[in-house]
């Protein structure tokens, strides 16, 4: 009990725990959305857009939310409008506009002199310098995800598996996509600060990822992957406390094994139905001979008899 009661002992540890579970449950929920439509890379790459934003907000004198939350929603949105263009996929859309997001980063930390970034904490993440404004920013934005998730369900559902067959029933698929483009960005935004620029996409991948291997259905998909961005999030801020490593690579970590345990279990289980199947799969019972004439083997096909031809 002393690894579990230990860390509270420590005022900080605390806000970690409380910013893990609510950063948890939001990359769970949003991750099942991000697999569905295959748009893993989108997470990695607003990812990026962060740094951009923090070192030029910094740089500037406005901090950090302002210039990560004016970067990361001004990439979404070109995410968006250049991939509707006639032969651009939006995988070439986020190549493009988050990596030039990040080298603009990466110019102005270099050039700053006056004010210095912490390269590291964004880059790596460090749950446990999580502070009380942190914390109510990452509360405000899981209520706003939680109405936008409980109002639109329906079009967020509608737009992941079918887009067309939303156009015809009258949804704007395009303004959805936007939107879930805009929520990534959010909970990226958020989630950077406990996770890092590096590792947040797996965050937001892996928990639909499992859910995936383990139900069809959208309603337990989302259960399963809530739970496992909330497991995943207090066992990795468990392990990065005692362990003393980044807590994003902790958290990580823990939600691969968690896929790697499902995956293989789901794999044996499929191989035993298989097995099952085959042991039980009954030959068909062979002829009875006829006096004077031997058996025909089951495998082989009855011998073909000519028949004489009349004069």
Same mark, same amino acid.
């Given at each position: 009990?002393?690894?579990?009661?230990?860390?509270?002992?420590?005022?900080?540890?605390?806000?970690?725990? +409380?910013?893990?579970?609510?950063?948890?449950?939001?990359?769970?929920?949003?991750?099942?959305?991000?697999?569905? /439509?295959?748009?893993?890379?989108?997470?990695?790459?607003?990812?990026?857009?962060?740094?951009?934003?923090?070192?030029?907000?910094?740089?500037?004198?406005?901090?950090?939310?302002?210039?990560?939350?004016?970067?990361?929603?001004? $990439?979404?949105?070109?995410?968006?409008?250049?991939?509707? /263009?006639?032969?651009?996929?939006?995988?070439? @859309?986020?190549?493009?506009?988050?990596?030039?997001?990040?080298?603009?980063?990466?110019?102005?930390?270099?050039?700053?002199?006056?004010?210095?970034?912490?390269?590291?904490?964004?880059?790596?993440?460090?749950?446990?310098?999580?502070? $009380?404004?942190?914390?109510?920013?990452?509360?405000?934005?899981?209520?706003?995800?939680? @109405?936008?998730?409980?109002?639109?369900?329906?079009?967020?559902?509608?737009?992941?598996?079918?887009?067309?067959?939303? #156009?015809?029933?009258?949804?704007?698929?395009?303004?959805?996509?936007?939107?879930?483009?805009?929520?990534?960005?959010?909970?990226?935004?958020? $989630?950077?600060?406990?996770?890092?620029?590096?590792?947040?996409?797996?965050?937001?991948?892996?928990?639909? @990822?499992?859910? #995936?291997?383990?139900?069809?259905?959208?309603?337990?998909?989302?259960?399963?992957?809530?739970?496992?961005?909330?497991?995943?999030?207090?066992?990795?801020?468990?392990?990065?406390?005692? +362990?003393?490593?980044?807590?994003?690579?902790?958290?990580?970590?823990?939600?691969?094994?968690?896929?790697?345990?499902?995956?293989?279990?789901?794999?044996?289980?499929?191989?035993?139905?298989?097995?099952?199947? /085959?042991?039980?799969?009954?030959?068909?019972?062979?002829?009875?001979?006829?006096?004077?004439?031997?058996?025909?083997?089951?495998?082989?096909?009855?011998?073909?008899?000519?028949?004489?031809?009349?004069?």
């Amino acid at each position: 009990m002393s690894w579990f009661t230990e860390p509270f002992a420590y005022g900080f540890f605390t806000r970690a725990l +409380l910013a893990c579970l609510v950063i948890g449950a939001m990359c769970g929920a949003l991750s099942v959305f991000v697999v569905l /439509r295959r748009m893993s890379y989108i997470g990695h790459g607003l990812a990026h857009s962060v740094l951009g934003g923090v070192a030029v907000g910094v740089a500037l004198g406005y901090g950090t939310y302002p210039g990560a939350v004016v970067a990361t929603l001004v $990439s979404a949105v070109l995410i968006d409008r250049i991939a509707r /263009r006639r032969g651009l996929h939006v995988d070439a @859309a986020i190549g493009i506009v988050t990596t030039a997001l990040f080298a603009v980063g990466i110019v102005v930390v270099s050039t700053m002199r006056s004010h210095r970034v912490n390269t590291e904490a964004i880059l790596f993440g460090n749950v446990l310098g999580v502070t $009380s404004t942190d914390l109510w920013i990452a509360t405000a934005c899981a209520v706003g995800f939680g @109405a936008v998730l409980f109002t639109w369900f329906k079009p967020l559902v509608f737009v992941v598996f079918d887009r067309e067959v939303a #156009r015809v029933h009258g949804i704007r698929a395009g303004g959805i996509e936007l939107l879930i483009n805009l929520l990534t960005a959010a909970v990226v935004i958020v $989630s950077v600060r406990v996770i890092g620029v590096l590792l947040v996409a797996a965050a937001v991948v892996i928990p639909g @990822a499992l859910a #995936r291997l383990v139900s069809r259905s959208l309603p337990m998909m989302l259960l399963i992957a809530t739970l496992v961005g909330l497991a995943s999030s207090v066992l990795g801020l468990y392990g990065s406390f005692h +362990l003393n490593v980044p807590s994003g690579a902790a958290i990580v970590l823990v939600g691969a094994i968690l896929f790697a345990v499902v995956l293989v279990v789901s794999s044996l289980a499929a191989w035993f139905r298989v097995h099952r199947a /085959r042991s039980t799969h009954r030959e068909p019972p062979a002829p009875v001979a006829t006096s004077g004439s031997p058996a025909p083997s089951p495998h082989q096909p009855p011998a073909m008899t000519r028949t004489r031809e009349s004069p």
